[in-house]
């Protein structure tokens, strides 16, 4: 089972979408995953190396298909990020999501504050697109926090960009060299 299928948003369980990006066919798949992507830099609570499983069937070699899921997968990221950024922006200002989460009973924001200022502080944007490199780690944790300390649009979507591909491909490289001891 996926994290997908133990998490529910909302009561709502999004494990469907999980499986369908796992039967993405054609061109029409790109789609899908792009889709998946997006959302899931923002609202939903699985992990993006999902994309690498479709089953896309473009007639291109394996390593563009490869190569194009990355892009399309790292493209919608940085698109959800944006709707995130400005969700971030938007609770920044207003202060109630904060608020509410600060008054939780575990202390998310304070706790990811602490990290997400050390590493930005630290290494700025190029911090988020290292977070962001983690395999398995969800990614909306790292987009929230970065969001509220960070201000720059076109940044914040090319280290969100760029850490989504870079994710990928560590994860690529790791499954290869794993399979290369076998």
Request: with cysteine; proline share 2%.
């Amino acid at each position: 089972m996926s994290l997908l299928d133990f998490a529910a948003v909302g009561g709502v369980d999004f494990a469907w979408l999980e499986h369908l990006v796992e039967r993405a066919t054609g061109w029409g798949g790109l789609v899908i995953i792009w889709i998946y992507s997006f959302l899931i830099a923002f609202a939903l609570p699985g992990v993006s190396e999902v994309v690498l499983a479709a089953p896309l069937n473009l007639g291109l070699s394996g390593a563009a298909t490869t190569t194009l899921i990355i892009f399309v997968s790292a493209f919608g990221k940085a698109a959800g990020s944006v709707f995130a950024f400005h969700i971030g922006q938007e609770a920044k200002e207003s202060g109630r999501i904060i608020g509410f989460l600060r008054r939780s009973r575990f202390d998310i924001v304070e706790w990811s504050e602490r990290q997400t200022v050390k590493i930005a502080q630290k290494w700025g944007y190029a911090g988020l697109a290292l977070a962001l490199c983690v395999p398995g780690f969800p990614d909306t944790i790292s987009i929230y926090a970065f969001s509220v300390l960070e201000e720059d649009y076109v940044k914040f979507a090319l280290a969100t960009f760029v850490g989504s591909a870079g994710r990928l491909v560590l994860w690529l490289a790791g499954a290869e060299a794993v399979l290369s001891v076998f």
